[in-house]
């Protein structure tokens, strides 16, 4: 859920449950600017349903050019007991219309294995 509170701030709700065993909802507020065409959104989530820290996030959407963006998100978890880095960067070429291949890094604490790569499909309805 998302509630605008002026054109550049939101109060966001988010919801967060990868493996349907341990959902969590955060509440907070996020900044969205644009620069030279480039998407950049800090977030912060001082709420958790958990009662068990925060969550500070940077996004940032880049174009290339017309087919061609570079996008990702970098995400400090700050609980009670430690403090936990999740990040993807990702390429896509928008090959046609509302449809992209991509490649993408990942970085996740909470996994055994740390660090992903992938490479898909997207589309956009």
Do not use: C, W
């Given at each position: 859920?998302?509630?605008?509170?002026?054109?550049k701030i939101t109060l966001q709700t988010e919801y967060n449950?990868?493996?349907?065993?341990?959902?969590?909802?955060?509440?907070?507020?996020?900044?969205?600017?644009?620069?030279?065409?480039?998407?950049?959104?800090?977030?912060?989530?001082?709420?958790?349903?958990?009662?068990?820290?925060?969550?500070?996030?940077?996004?940032?959407?880049?174009?290339?050019?017309?087919?061609?963006?570079?996008?990702?998100?970098y995400d400090i978890n700050q609980s009670d007991s430690n403090t936990a880095i999740v990040s993807e960067y990702e390429?896509?070429?928008?090959?046609?219309?509302?449809?992209?291949?991509?490649?993408?890094?990942?970085?996740?604490?909470?996994?055994?294995?740390?660090?992903?790569?992938?490479?898909?499909?997207?589309?956009?309805?």
């Amino acid at each position: 859920l998302i509630y605008n509170v002026s054109p550049k701030i939101t109060l966001q709700t988010e919801y967060n449950d990868s493996d349907l065993s341990n959902a969590l909802v955060r509440y907070g507020i996020s900044y969205t600017q644009i620069v030279h065409k480039q998407l950049i959104q800090v977030r912060y989530f001082p709420l958790e349903s958990d009662n068990d820290g925060y969550q500070i996030s940077l996004f940032t959407k880049h174009p290339i050019n017309d087919k061609l963006i570079v996008s990702g998100f970098y995400d400090i978890n700050q609980s009670d007991s430690n403090t936990a880095i999740v990040s993807e960067y990702e390429l896509s070429y928008e090959f046609k219309k509302n449809k992209y291949a991509l490649i993408e890094y990942r970085y996740n604490d909470y996994m055994s294995d740390k660090e992903g790569l992938a490479i898909g499909l997207r589309t956009a309805l």
